[in-house]
């Protein structure tokens, strides 16, 4: 296991046990923010749309194992998030201090509206409401609130941004 996985795995174990575990204590107007989202959207912006799917996609499987949702929604939900961030990042400026709260509401609305819209496909009717929506935005900002305190340790996880065009030998991809 390389150290990059061993660190992204370390930081997807304590944001899922603080999602069920802290986090439905600290609500905002009844809703919890999506910490596996958050760290979906800085490993998407950090190392690229590809490991960004990936990560998304573990981080939704755990979480999903603690939701009464059909298995596997939240991994896609998180996959597409994680696939759309990492793809639209490489278009932005790396420095400015306000990406990372954007991408983080941007990534709680699209997550959220995959959710919902998948979720509702599915069979799960009652995801098809108002409440929901309001679920979305609240949760959505909620999200952007949490992106630069999560950015660091996630950064650090997910290592340089280099790193994602480097082949296993050191060669450019």
Known sequence: MTA?????????VTLVLLQVTLFPHLRVAG?????????TVIVAYRIGPDRGAVFGFAAGLALDLFLRTPLGLSALALSVVGFVTGAVSGALMRSAMWVPPLLGLLGGLVG?????LVGVLVGQEHLWSLRSARVVAIGSVYDAVLTPLLFPVVAWAAGPPEEAVRSPAGWGA
């Open 112 to 116: 959220g509206t995959v959710f919902v």
């Open 31 to 39: 809703v919890a923010p999506d910490l596996g989202l958050v760290a």
């Open 4 to 12: 990059r996985i061993a660190r992204l795995t370390l930081v997807l």
